[in-house]
């Protein structure tokens, strides 16, 4: 990779770059990052980190792929189960006074947790049709994968033999999700400090999980605050367990047998 000039001030605007799109903070793995693009722009025939960045400002297509290469993706069906549960105990609250609930998963990742709340919805017995969950990412191609529904053994080590038998259809050595039985679902390629956000509407609970560890404490902020102009009042949102939460006077921390959630002011 000699060939690709990048000096350690075109890597840092780049870092930044990365940081104003999407939040995320790179300085600490800068030197994965330069890796990764150099034989990025070596594919892209881009000779300097400082052509990659102004590129990068001005072709959003070129952006799409670059902040696909660089988003991190790790997640499985069933994950923090216990806060799965919960939200979807509240929904089912919600779903008998007979108005749809409206959940969003921000990020989705690749899926596997807007498929097991769309599960755990059937197991307690929410009418798939008072139900809409939509899941976004910034990855194009999570989405894609997303839309698919097609997962490895390591993806569904958590989800029972029964319920693989009920909800997925075995594809040579993956699974397939049965999107016929879940609730109302849909997924979006959206960045949350895009205010195409916005444009989503309102939801009644927002699982956030394990973006904001990426995040400094500036975005972090600017995160929660975003997310409090989409969610209802009296609404809840979960985050990861590792995630640092900022305080915010917009939200009640509330901490019950399930865990903790944030509910809307």
Same mark, same amino acid.
């Given at each position: 990779?000699?060939? $690709?000039?990048?000096?350690?001030?075109?890597?840092?605007? !780049?870092? @930044?770059?990365?940081?104003?799109?999407? /939040?995320?903070?790179?300085?600490?793995? +800068? @030197?994965?990052?330069?890796?990764?693009?150099?034989?990025?722009?070596?594919? +892209?025939?881009?000779?300097?980190?400082?052509?990659?960045? /102004?590129?990068?400002?001005?072709? +959003?297509? !070129?952006? =799409?792929?670059?902040?696909?290469?660089?988003?991190?993706? #790790?997640? *499985? !069906?069933?994950? #923090?189960?216990?806060?799965?549960?919960?939200?979807?105990?509240?929904?089912?609250?919600?779903?008998?006074?007979?108005?749809?609930? +409206?959940?969003?998963?921000?990020?989705?990742?690749?899926?596997?947790?807007? %498929?097991?709340? /769309?599960?755990?919805?059937?197991?307690?017995?929410?009418?798939?049709? &008072?139900?809409?969950?939509?899941?976004?990412?910034?990855?194009s191609n999570m989405i894609q994968k997303c839309k698919e529904g097609i997962y490895n053994e390591r993806s569904v080590k958590n989800i029972r033999q029964s319920q693989k038998e009920i909800y997925f259809k075995?594809?040579?050595?993956?699974?397939?999700?049965?999107?016929?039985?879940?609730?109302?679902? #849909?997924?979006?390629?959206?960045?949350? $400090?895009?205010?195409?956000?916005?444009?989503?509407? =309102?939801?009644?609970?927002?699982?956030?999980?394990?973006?904001?560890?990426?995040?400094?404490?500036? *975005?972090?902020?600017?995160?929660?605050?975003?997310?409090?102009?989409?969610?209802?009042?009296?609404? &809840?949102?979960?985050? /990861?367990?590792?995630?640092?939460?900022? %305080?915010?006077?917009? %939200?009640?921390?509330?901490?019950?047998?399930?865990?903790? %959630?944030?509910?809307?002011?």
């Amino acid at each position: 990779m000699s060939d $690709f000039e990048c000096s350690i001030n075109d890597l840092l605007e !780049f870092i @930044e770059l990365t940081k104003k799109y999407s /939040g995320n903070d790179l300085i600490s793995k +800068k @030197e994965i990052v330069k890796n990764k693009i150099a034989h990025f722009a070596k594919h +892209k025939k881009i000779d300097s980190m400082h052509t990659l960045c /102004g590129k990068f400002q001005h072709d +959003k297509i !070129f952006r =799409q792929e670059l902040l696909n290469l660089i988003t991190i993706n #790790e997640t *499985y !069906f069933m994950r #923090e189960l216990n806060q799965l549960n919960s939200a979807m105990q509240y929904a089912n609250t919600l779903s008998i006074s007979g108005n749809t609930v +409206k959940i969003l998963c921000a990020p989705c990742s690749s899926g596997e947790e807007v %498929y097991s709340l /769309g599960i755990l919805a059937k197991t307690i017995g929410i009418d798939k049709y &008072r139900l809409k969950i939509t899941g976004i990412d910034i990855n194009s191609n999570m989405i894609q994968k997303c839309k698919e529904g097609i997962y490895n053994e390591r993806s569904v080590k958590n989800i029972r033999q029964s319920q693989k038998e009920i909800y997925f259809k075995k594809v040579n050595f993956d699974y397939k999700i049965k999107q016929e039985l879940m609730p109302m679902i #849909e997924f979006k390629t959206i960045n949350i $400090f895009n205010d195409s956000l916005f444009a989503l509407g =309102q939801f009644d609970i927002i699982l956030s999980r394990n973006m904001m560890i990426y995040f400094d404490e500036n *975005y972090r902020l600017l995160t929660i605050e975003r997310f409090a102009k989409i969610l209802k009042p009296h609404g &809840r949102i979960y985050f /990861g367990s590792a995630d640092l939460v900022p %305080y915010c006077d917009l %939200y009640n921390k509330i901490i019950d047998l399930s865990g903790t %959630y944030y509910e809307k002011v």
